[in-house]
């Protein structure tokens, strides 16, 4: 079993930083794909960035240039720095990690982080 546990959410203003942390832990022999993710009331889960193993990024444009993804493979944690935040960033953010344990690959999430950004 695996677990991704978030971390660094909270209330910040307009302009302000935050920085998110997910860590894997568990029976993980590889992790593939990792992404961020998040959820406002009332629309669906949406992507907001994602990484692969060997550092491939991506971004949704509403992030694009603000969100900076990265990870440590060597401790299994994923991280989403977020400047100049706006108050539509105002979400429940999830991390997602493709996890390789023995000869199967799952998708796990994590229980949610709120950041709320104040105008």
């Known amino acids: 079993q695996v677990q991704l546990v978030e971390s660094g959410g909270g209330l910040v203003q307009t302009g302000g930083a935050l920085r998110l942390a997910c860590v894997a832990s568990g029976s993980i022999f590889r992790i593939n794909y990792m992404g961020w993710y998040r959820q406002s009331p009332g629309k669906q889960r949406e992507w907001v960035a994602s990484?692969?193993?060997?550092?491939?990024?991506g971004y949704a444009d509403s992030v694009k240039g603000r969100f900076f993804i990265s990870r440590d493979n060597a401790k299994n944690t994923l991280y989403l720095q977020m400047n100049s935040l706006k108050p539509e960033d105002t979400a429940v953010y999830f991390c997602?990690?493709?996890?390789?344990?023995?000869?199967?690959?799952?998708?796990?999430w994590g229980q949610g982080t709120q950041v709320t950004v104040s105008s």
């Open positions: 997602r990690a493709d996890v390789v344990a023995g000869s199967t690959s799952r998708v796990y």
């Open positions: 990484i692969t193993a060997d550092g491939n990024t």
